[in-house]
C-alpha cells in the first residue's frame, strides 16, 4: 500500500484489492517523465509503456535532418527539478532533435526513472472495469496489466497524417513519412529527393538535405508564413544569465498566453501605431529571430484582422527580398488567410535554398496537382519526376490522433474514438466524460503553447486530483458531462473570436482540418496558455468541481 492510500481513513473495500500499478501512461516522452516524477513524489507506482525503442516521444521519432525545437531549447524543458536546470547545458538557442533527445536522457538518468519504463511495448487496448474501477490495459502481445489511473502521455502531434495518394506503394525507393524517418540514417548525398508538403518539418529539412542531396523537389500546396528563427549558439555569459535567473523565466512560461518565456504582453496595438512606427517596430524585431515576432511587437496580431494583415505584409515583404526569383517568391507567398491561422514555421535558410540550384519547387495546388506516386517518381498533371527518395511530409493527426491508436473504452462501452467522431471534446484537455479514473496530457481543447510548460500543468492537476483520491479514499473519478459541454462551449466562444478560427480554410492541423475526410473542429483553448494554467489551479483549488468523486460499495 503506498503512503496515500495508507493515509486514507475511509477507504472502501474495492480500493483494497489492488491492481499492478496505481498509474500505468503511455508515451516515453516529456509527458512520461514527467509523470514518473510527480507521481513518484505523490507515492504512487507507475508504468511507461512506449512503443519506440527509446524514450523521447516527438524527439527520438522525428529524426530527419534539421529537426530541432522552435521554441528556444532553455525553455523547451521540464522544470520540476532546480538542480537539473542548473546542472544540464544546452549548446545553442534551438537544440536538434540529438540534443533534446541527450537531455531527456539525462533527466531520466539523473532521476533513476529507468526502471518505471517500458519500450517497445505497443498498447493496443485499455478499458475502463466498473466493478473494480480499474482499468484493464492490453499490449498488442496480447499481455495486460491493471492500473487504478490510466494517463494518456502520447502527446498531440504524434500519429503521422499519410494522405491517400495513388501509387505511394508502388515507389521502388524509400518512401517514407518524415516521423518516420530511419532510425538508423539514411544516405541522401547525391540522390534527388522528393519532399511532399510544405509545414514546419520541410522548413527544417529541407536546408540540410540540400546541401549534399543532388536536387530536393518540394511539392507545395499551401505557402506558409515562415519568420526567422535566428539560431545562435549558447555562450558562457547567455548561459550564466539564463541559470541565475531560471526561477523568473519559468514563471515567465507559466504567465505567458503560449506557454513561452516572452515579454509580452507589450501593451501597445497595431491599430494604435502610426505606420512608420509600426514599420521600425517590425524592422527591429524581425532579426531576432522567433515568435518573437508575433508575440513582442503587438499585441492585437491574432484578433484584429487588419493589424494580422499589416504584420503578413511585412513578412511576405521579407520573403521577396530572400528569394532571388520573383516567380519563385510569389509560389512560396501565403495569401488569402491570416497569419497563425496555419501554425506558422521558424525558418533556418528555408527560402534562401530556393536560391540553390538544385532546389525546385511545384505549385501542386493551383498549376500541376499530384496524379500518383509512380515507381521511379511522382507524377502531377504536367510532368513526371524522377527521385531516389520521396519523404512524405503531410504532417499530423493532431491532439486526437495518438489517443485514437489505443481502443480506450469508457464507461459505456464506446470508444474514446467513437466518442470523438464528430467534435473532440474534453474537460480543459485533461479528461474525458465517461472515461472515469482516465485522464490526458494536452489533449483537445488545451491550449496550443509551448509544450513542457503545457505538459508540467496538467501534471501538476492531475497529479492533485489523484492525490486527493487517494487521500479522501475515492475509488472512481468521472468527469462531469456538464462540465465538458461547459469548456467546450467556453472553448468554441473564444476560438470564434480569434483569427485562428479561419484555420478551417486552409487545412490547418489546428483545427484537425489537414485530414481528408473528417470534419475540422476546434481543437485549441485560444483563450491563453497563462489563463488556461489559472483555471487549472482555480479547479484544484475548488477541490475539481468538473469530477465526481465516489467510493465503490464494500
Ligand atoms: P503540416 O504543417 O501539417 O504540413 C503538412 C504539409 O503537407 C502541408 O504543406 C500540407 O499542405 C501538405 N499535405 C498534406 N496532405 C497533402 C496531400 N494530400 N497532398 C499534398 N500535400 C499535402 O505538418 P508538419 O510540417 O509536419 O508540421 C506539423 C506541426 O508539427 C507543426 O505545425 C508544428 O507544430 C509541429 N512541428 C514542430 C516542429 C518544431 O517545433 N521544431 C518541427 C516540425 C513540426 P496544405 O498546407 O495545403 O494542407
Same mark, same amino acid.
Given at each position: 500500500m503506498n503512503s496515500l492510500q495508507e493515509q486514507n481513513q475511509g477507504g472502501s473495500a474495492a480500493s483494497q484489492a489492488k491492481p499492478d500499478y496505481d498509474v500505468i501512461s503511455v508515451g516515453a516522452g516529456f509527458a512520461g517523465l514527467g509523470l514518473i516524477h510527480y507521481m513518484r513524489e505523490a507515492g504512487l507506482s507507475i508504468r511507461v509503456f512506449d512503443r519506440a525503442s527509446d524514450i523521447g516521444g516527438t524527439w527520438t521519432w522525428n529524426r530527419y535532418p534539421g529537426a530541432a525545437t522552435d521554441s528556444e531549447g532553455y525553455y523547451y524543458c521540464l522544470a520540476f527539478s532546480k538542480e537539473i536546470l542548473q546542472e544540464w547545458s544546452w549548446t545553442k538557442r534551438y537544440p536538434g532533435w540529438e540534443e533534446t533527445h541527450q537531455y531527456m536522457h539525462f533527466v531520466a538518468d539523473k532521476c533513476d526513472m529507468w526502471p518505471h519504463i517500458q519500450l517497445n511495448t505497443e498498447i493496443a487496448s485499455a478499458e475502463f472495469q466498473e466493478d473494480s474501477g480499474h482499468w484493464l490495459v492490453r499490449t498488442g502481445s496480447g499481455e495486460e496489466f491493471t492500473c487504478k489511473y490510466f494517463i494518456s502521455g502520447m502527446g498531440m502531434i504524434s500519429e503521422p497524417y499519410i494522405p491517400n #495518394? +495513388?501509387? +505511394? @506503394?508502388?515507389? +521502388?525507393g524509400p518512401c517514407f513519412h518524415s516521423a518516420r524517418w530511419p532510425q538508423e540514417g539514411l544516405d541522401y548525398a547525391g540522390k534527388r529527393v522528393a519532399i511532399i508538403g510544405c509545414g514546419a518539418t520541410t522548413v527544417q529539412m529541407l536546408p540540410i538535405v540540400a546541401q549534399t542531396a543532388e536536387s530536393v523537389t518540394v511539392f507545395q500546396r499551401t505557402p506558409n508564413f515562415v519568420m526567422p528563427a535566428v539560431q545562435k549558439p549558447m555562450t558562457p555569459e547567455w548561459e550564466k544569465e539564463i541559470k541565475d535567473n531560471y526561477e523568473a523565466i519559468i514563471d515567465k512560461c507559466r504567465n505567458h498566453a503560449f506557454g513561452m518565456a516572452f515579454d509580452s504582453p507589450v501593451g501597445r496595438n497595431l491599430a494604435d501605431t502610426p505606420p512608420d512606427e509600426v514599420q521600425r517596430v517590425f524592422e527591429e524585431q524581425w532579426p531576432k529571430g522567433s515568435f518573437r515576432f508575433v508575440f513582442e511587437t503587438f499585441d492585437d496580431l491574432l484578433s484584429n484582422p487588419e493589424s494580422n494583415q499589416a504584420a503578413a505584409d511585412f513578412i511576405i515583404s521579407k520573403i521577396h527580398e530572400k528569394v532571388n526569383d520573383p516567380e519563385l517568391a510569389e509560389m512560396l507567398t501565403p495569401r488569402g488567410y491570416p497569419l497563425f491561422a496555419k501554425r506558422p514555421p521558424l525558418d533556418h535558410g528555408f527560402y534562401e535554398a530556393f536560391n540553390r540550384d538544385n532546389v525546385h519547387l511545384v @505549385? #501542386?495546388? @493551383?498549376?500541376e496537382p499530384i496524379v500518383e506516386i509512380t515507381e521511379t517518381g511522382v507524377r502531377t498533371t504536367e510532368n513526371l519526376y524522377e527521385f531516389d527518395i520521396i519523404v512524405l511530409a503531410t504532417g499530423f493527426k493532431a491532439y486526437t490522433g495518438g489517443i485514437e491508436t489505443v481502443e480506450i473504452r469508457g464507461r459505456s462501452g464506446e470508444t474514446l474514438k467513437e466518442k470523438w467522431q464528430s467534435e473532440s471534446k474534453s474537460i480543459m484537455g485533461v479528461c474525458v466524460a465517461d472515461f472515469p479514473n482516465f485522464f490526458v496530457i494536452t489533449g483537445p481543447q488545451a491550449p496550443f503553447a509551448n509544450l513542457p510548460t503545457s505538459i508540467e500543468q496538467n501534471i501538476i492537476w492531475i497529479t492533485n486530483c489523484i492525490k486527493k483520491m487517494e487521500s479522501e479514499g475515492y475509488d472512481v473519478c468521472t468527469p462531469l458531462a456538464d462540465a465538458e459541454d461547459k469548456w467546450s462551449a467556453h472553448t468554441a466562444e473564444i476560438h470564434d473570436q480569434t483569427l485562428m478560427s479561419q484555420g478551417d480554410k486552409v487545412n490547418s492541423w489546428m483545427m484537425g482540418a489537414n485530414i481528408e475526410n473528417k470534419k475540422p473542429r476546434i481543437l485549441i483553448y485560444h483563450g491563453g496558455a497563462d489563463v488556461y494554467y489559472a483555471k487549472l489551479r482555480e479547479s484544484e483549488n475548488a477541490g475539481f468541481p468538473e469530477l465526481q468523486f465516489d467510493k465503490l460499495a464494500g
Amino acid at each position: 500500500m503506498n503512503s496515500l492510500q495508507e493515509q486514507n481513513q475511509g477507504g472502501s473495500a474495492a480500493s483494497q484489492a489492488k491492481p499492478d500499478y496505481d498509474v500505468i501512461s503511455v508515451g516515453a516522452g516529456f509527458a512520461g517523465l514527467g509523470l514518473i516524477h510527480y507521481m513518484r513524489e505523490a507515492g504512487l507506482s507507475i508504468r511507461v509503456f512506449d512503443r519506440a525503442s527509446d524514450i523521447g516521444g516527438t524527439w527520438t521519432w522525428n529524426r530527419y535532418p534539421g529537426a530541432a525545437t522552435d521554441s528556444e531549447g532553455y525553455y523547451y524543458c521540464l522544470a520540476f527539478s532546480k538542480e537539473i536546470l542548473q546542472e544540464w547545458s544546452w549548446t545553442k538557442r534551438y537544440p536538434g532533435w540529438e540534443e533534446t533527445h541527450q537531455y531527456m536522457h539525462f533527466v531520466a538518468d539523473k532521476c533513476d526513472m529507468w526502471p518505471h519504463i517500458q519500450l517497445n511495448t505497443e498498447i493496443a487496448s485499455a478499458e475502463f472495469q466498473e466493478d473494480s474501477g480499474h482499468w484493464l490495459v492490453r499490449t498488442g502481445s496480447g499481455e495486460e496489466f491493471t492500473c487504478k489511473y490510466f494517463i494518456s502521455g502520447m502527446g498531440m502531434i504524434s500519429e503521422p497524417y499519410i494522405p491517400n #495518394i +495513388k501509387g +505511394k @506503394d508502388s515507389f +521502388k525507393g524509400p518512401c517514407f513519412h518524415s516521423a518516420r524517418w530511419p532510425q538508423e540514417g539514411l544516405d541522401y548525398a547525391g540522390k534527388r529527393v522528393a519532399i511532399i508538403g510544405c509545414g514546419a518539418t520541410t522548413v527544417q529539412m529541407l536546408p540540410i538535405v540540400a546541401q549534399t542531396a543532388e536536387s530536393v523537389t518540394v511539392f507545395q500546396r499551401t505557402p506558409n508564413f515562415v519568420m526567422p528563427a535566428v539560431q545562435k549558439p549558447m555562450t558562457p555569459e547567455w548561459e550564466k544569465e539564463i541559470k541565475d535567473n531560471y526561477e523568473a523565466i519559468i514563471d515567465k512560461c507559466r504567465n505567458h498566453a503560449f506557454g513561452m518565456a516572452f515579454d509580452s504582453p507589450v501593451g501597445r496595438n497595431l491599430a494604435d501605431t502610426p505606420p512608420d512606427e509600426v514599420q521600425r517596430v517590425f524592422e527591429e524585431q524581425w532579426p531576432k529571430g522567433s515568435f518573437r515576432f508575433v508575440f513582442e511587437t503587438f499585441d492585437d496580431l491574432l484578433s484584429n484582422p487588419e493589424s494580422n494583415q499589416a504584420a503578413a505584409d511585412f513578412i511576405i515583404s521579407k520573403i521577396h527580398e530572400k528569394v532571388n526569383d520573383p516567380e519563385l517568391a510569389e509560389m512560396l507567398t501565403p495569401r488569402g488567410y491570416p497569419l497563425f491561422a496555419k501554425r506558422p514555421p521558424l525558418d533556418h535558410g528555408f527560402y534562401e535554398a530556393f536560391n540553390r540550384d538544385n532546389v525546385h519547387l511545384v @505549385d #501542386i495546388k @493551383d498549376r500541376e496537382p499530384i496524379v500518383e506516386i509512380t515507381e521511379t517518381g511522382v507524377r502531377t498533371t504536367e510532368n513526371l519526376y524522377e527521385f531516389d527518395i520521396i519523404v512524405l511530409a503531410t504532417g499530423f493527426k493532431a491532439y486526437t490522433g495518438g489517443i485514437e491508436t489505443v481502443e480506450i473504452r469508457g464507461r459505456s462501452g464506446e470508444t474514446l474514438k467513437e466518442k470523438w467522431q464528430s467534435e473532440s471534446k474534453s474537460i480543459m484537455g485533461v479528461c474525458v466524460a465517461d472515461f472515469p479514473n482516465f485522464f490526458v496530457i494536452t489533449g483537445p481543447q488545451a491550449p496550443f503553447a509551448n509544450l513542457p510548460t503545457s505538459i508540467e500543468q496538467n501534471i501538476i492537476w492531475i497529479t492533485n486530483c489523484i492525490k486527493k483520491m487517494e487521500s479522501e479514499g475515492y475509488d472512481v473519478c468521472t468527469p462531469l458531462a456538464d462540465a465538458e459541454d461547459k469548456w467546450s462551449a467556453h472553448t468554441a466562444e473564444i476560438h470564434d473570436q480569434t483569427l485562428m478560427s479561419q484555420g478551417d480554410k486552409v487545412n490547418s492541423w489546428m483545427m484537425g482540418a489537414n485530414i481528408e475526410n473528417k470534419k475540422p473542429r476546434i481543437l485549441i483553448y485560444h483563450g491563453g496558455a497563462d489563463v488556461y494554467y489559472a483555471k487549472l489551479r482555480e479547479s484544484e483549488n475548488a477541490g475539481f468541481p468538473e469530477l465526481q468523486f465516489d467510493k465503490l460499495a464494500g
